[in-house]
């Protein structure tokens, strides 16, 4: 069985909510802090990580939200900063699934072989339910 490890991004992948203003920014339907949230990461180290994960035979996934309260068009807007700031970092390619979808949404819906899966997420009610499905979660 393959082992699939999946991503959020806010507050995992990046330090989003270390962006000043970042939730004046959200109400504002402005995409800025997506687009400039640094990374918790080296990208480096991380790309050869993820590299080395998909040598071992894991596929990567990437679930995030869009914006709590966004209009259609924001949303639209957040998923396309999100895939860019994926690309700028040289890690977008690794990926064999990137689902960004609507806030609230059940993670563990988004991904098919979710009882079989790792997700890595910040969020601890998400972890809780990614659990209670069968999954195994890491903050």
């Known amino acids: 069985m393959e082992k699939r490890i999946c991503f959020d991004m806010d507050g995992t ?18 995409t800025r802090p997506y687009d400039i949230a640094p990374p918790t990461f080296d990208a480096y180290e991380m790309y050869l990580t993820l590299y080395y ?27 396309k900063s ?3 700031w994926l690309k ?4 977008y390619d690794l990926f064999d699934e990137i689902h960004i979808v609507k806030y609230g949404t059940p993670k563990h819906t988004t991904i ?10 910040d969020d ?16």
């Open 53 to 79: 994960l998909k040598e071992l035979g894991a596929s990567l996934s990437i679930v995030s939200w869009t914006s709590k309260s966004g209009s259609p068009n924001y949303n639209k807007a957040v998923r």
């Open 112 to 121: 098919k072989e979710g009882k079989s899966s790792i997700l890595i997420d």
């Open 13 to 30: 992948l990046n330090k989003f909510y270390e962006v000043e203003n970042w939730l004046d920014d959200l109400i504002a339907e402005n």
């Open 88 to 91: 700028e970092l040289g890690i």
């Open 82 to 84: 999100k895939v860019e």
């Open 124 to 139: 601890s009610i998400v972890r809780e339910k990614w659990i209670r499905y069968g999954g195994i979660a890491v903050n």
